[in-house]
Nanobody
Framework: QVQLVESGGGLVQPGGSLRLSCAAS????????MGWYRQAPGKQRDLVAL???????NYADSVKGRFTISRDNTKDTVYLQMNSLKPEDTAVYYC???????????WGQGTQVTVSS
């Protein structure tokens, strides 16, 4: 079992920045892959960024060059630095962990990000 707790969402103007945090209940060094997904109203949940236990990263095309995923193994926390935010980035952002031999998915409760002037 992995519990995930997100924080850092909020309201920001277009062009602004936010940093999301995801604290895990176990050592993230033992978690195969961690990532961020987002879901806008009426839409499916989509991948934003992934980071493996080895530090390899992968991003959705829509956020490349603007968002950065990172991990701090000493704090068992994964971050999503979001810069140059756009109104279309508005969504609930969910932290995800894929853990164990079956890569079982675990989800946080989500944090709202709203980009609006």
């Amino acid at each position: 079992q992995v519990q995930l707790v997100e924080s850092g969402g909020g309201l920001v103007q277009p062009g602004g920045s936010l940093r999301l945090s995801c604290a895990a209940s176990k050592s993230i060094f033992s978690i195969n892959v961690m990532g961020w997904y987002r879901q806008a109203p009426g839409k499916q949940r989509d991948l934003v960024a992934l980071i493996s236990s080895g530090g390899n990263t992968n991003y959705a095309d829509s956020v490349k060059g603007r968002f950065t995923i990172s991990r701090d193994n000493t704090k068992d926390t994964v971050y999503l630095q979001m810069n140059s935010l756009k109104p279309e980035d508005t969504a609930v952002y969910y932290c995800n962990a894929k853990y164990g031999s079956k890569l079982t998915n675990y989800w946080g409760q989500g944090t709202q990000v709203t980009v609006s002037s």
